[in-house]
């Protein structure tokens, strides 16, 4: 069974500061990674994903993931945080192989103040 | 081109009414998803479908029923509600591809469902 973990249900950073949003998975086999926004009232919005190849993703609206095999993380960051990135985080994974549903964590809010 | 929506954006149900939740999308796709949105539960999926006139069930299909007749729409239905089927219900789709094809999943604003 797939699984993901987002160990921060709420992550605090001061506009213009860099920001992370933790990620760690359990998947069978090789894994697609992928990050998800929500912001209020709204669907996800896909932000990025990992596939294969280069261990750091960039995606929309300047955010960025760093793919770490040997650690099973897949971290979100962003060199310098808006307040308008506030909203309600995704990470997800599926299996290279197998269901294409995807697996979600439980979400982290990212509150960035003025 | 709409994207994903959702019929209708809220409703409040009693215990053991039923009422059906529709899911359009307008971009071809093949694969077509329910999930729940619960609080500090992420999100859980409920049905999917793979195609035309074929459905599956997901982690947590129990008390609800889905059909795919058209390709562009997908239905999910509740006989008979509960309160535990209080929730936020997201649709999502994504399109076909081949083996190690990542199915990016493009999602619907969601409709929020209270059983009273």
């Known amino acids: 069974a797939q699984s993901v973990a987002q160990p921060e249900d709420q992550v605090n950073v001061a506009e213009g500061n860099p920001l992370t949003v933790k990620c760690t998975y359990s998947v069978s086999g090789n894994p697609y990674l992928f990050w998800y926004v929500q912001y209020p009232n709204r669907g996800l919005q896909f932000l990025l994903k990992y596939i294969t190849g280069d261990n750091l993703v960039k995606g929309s609206y300047g955010f960025e993931a760093e793919f770490n095999k040997s650690q099973t993380s897949f971290h979100l960051k962003k060199p310098s945080a808006l307040v308008s990135d506030s909203a309600l985080y995704f990470c997800a994974v599926r299996a290279f192989t197998g269901r294409r549903a995807l697996t979600f964590g439980s979400g982290t809010r990212l509150q960035v103040q003025p | 081109n709409a994207g994903v929506t959702q019929t209708p954006k809220f409703r409040v149900l009693k215990t053991g009414q039923s009422m059906t939740l529709l899911c359009a999308q307008d971009?071809?796709?093949?694969?077509m998803y329910w999930y729940r949105q619960d609080p500090g539960m992420g999100l859980r999926l409920i049905h999917y479908?793979?195609?035309?006139?074929?459905?599956a069930k997901g982690e947590v299909p129990d008390g609800y029923n889905v059909s795919r007749l058209k390709k562009q729409n997908f239905l999910l239905g509740l006989e008979s509600a509960a309160p535990s089927q209080t929730s936020v219900y997201f649709c999502?789709?994504?399109?076909?591809?081949?083996?190690?094809?990542?199915?990016?999943?493009?999602f619907g604003p969601g409709t929020r469902l209270t059983v009273l």
């Open positions: 479908s793979v195609g035309e006139g074929t459905t």
């Open positions: 971009m071809n796709h093949e694969y």
């Open positions: 999502a789709s994504s399109v076909r591809g081949g083996l190690g094809y990542t199915d990016t999943q493009y």
